[in-house]
């Protein structure tokens, strides 16, 4: 991980349209640059609005796609996080998030748990990815990425931690869930869980994207957080409205945690390998 100043734009998008969608990302990127920010990360699906469904494959794009021409020349400035639907190269439709960096975009996650139950129906429309990669930023050094229903999965951001990445992000497009009771509703309160429990398990920066808006019967709720490696939450913010917040990244604070508490480099991988391969062997029931 590198020193840096990154900016967390919490926004609304368009369902289903591209264009306007693009120049909203335009726009706050380019204020972003004029400011000084190193990198710059957006929601899941920041490009295309979340609740597509049928639509998804019309509106999938590749990669290289020369509609994402914009985000790669203003990526020589800064790097860009977003999430889009990916037309891969096999014509697999994806929920991804793209990384824009010195002029090059590339997809760098495939979301990989797409719920389907309730009010999600995500399994119906994209094909599940298949692989844990962190990866590495000339701007960030080594970070990861997931998406949304991904971080309820440990072994997501365990394996991302594992492969370096001292900076965990995961990109959301987390809508309200009625539930009983005053205060924080309960959804909110698990992600910021979540995120302070994976911060201090793993001593890493955890970087949480969430949109804000409406869509259809979805709410989204916002309170993007960036979380230290000791797990206090650095800053976040509020809840249902737009907001663009920067966050100081300092690699010493990650040394710090570790030589703290060797928790994290103590892990046995060897062991964890071996159980899980008899786990796998055996099946999952006794």
């Known amino acids: 991980m590198l020193n840096a100043k990154l900016r967390i734009a919490q926004i609304d998008c368009t369902l289903a349209n591209f264009e306007e969608n693009l120049a909203q990302h335009y726009f706050i990127i380019e204020q972003a640059v004029r400011d000084g920010a190193d990198a710059i990360a957006f929601p899941e699906l920041s490009l295309t609005g979340y609740n597509v469904q049928d639509a998804a494959q019309d509106i999938a794009m590749h990669i290289e796609d020369s509609r994402f021409a914009p985000l790669r020349e203003l990526s020589r400035k800064i790097c860009i996080i977003c999430g889009g639907i990916e037309l891969s190269d096999d014509y697999g439709v994806y929920n991804s998030a793209f990384m824009f960096e010195e002029g090059i975009g590339q997809s760098i996650h495939r979301k990989i748990y797409l719920p389907t139950y309730g009010m999600f129906e995500e399994l119906r429309y994209f094909s599940a990815g298949q692989q844990i990669k962190a990866i590495t930023s000339k701007k960030l050094g080594r970070i990861g990425v997931a998406i949304c229903e991904d971080f309820w999965h440990v072994s997501v951001p365990y394996l991302l931690a594992h492969q370096g990445a001292k900076l965990l992000f995961v990109l959301m497009s987390s809508p309200l869930r009625m539930s009983p009771g005053n205060g924080n509703p309960a959804i909110v309160t698990q992600w910021q869980t979540i995120a302070s429990t994976y911060s201090f398990l793993f001593s890493s920066y955890v970087a949480c994207v969430n949109r804000v808006g409406n869509e259809d019967s979805f709410t989204y709720w916002g309170n993007s957080s960036l979380?230290?490696?000791?797990?206090?939450?650095?800053?976040?913010?509020?809840?249902?409205?737009?907001?663009?917040?920067?966050?100081?990244?300092?690699?010493?604070?990650?040394?710090?945690?570790?030589?703290?508490?060797?928790?994290?480099?103590?892990?046995?991988?060897?062991?964890?390998?071996?159980?899980?391969?008899?786990?796998?062997?055996?099946?999952?029931?006794?």
């Open 227 to 286: 979380t230290g490696p000791d797990g206090t939450i650095l800053s976040a913010a509020p809840l249902f409205k737009p907001h663009v917040m920067d966050a100081l990244l300092d690699v010493t604070e990650v040394k710090r945690a570790r030589l703290h508490s060797t928790h994290f480099l103590d892990e046995d991988l060897r062991l964890i390998s071996t159980e899980l391969n008899e786990i796998i062997v055996q099946g999952r029931r006794p």
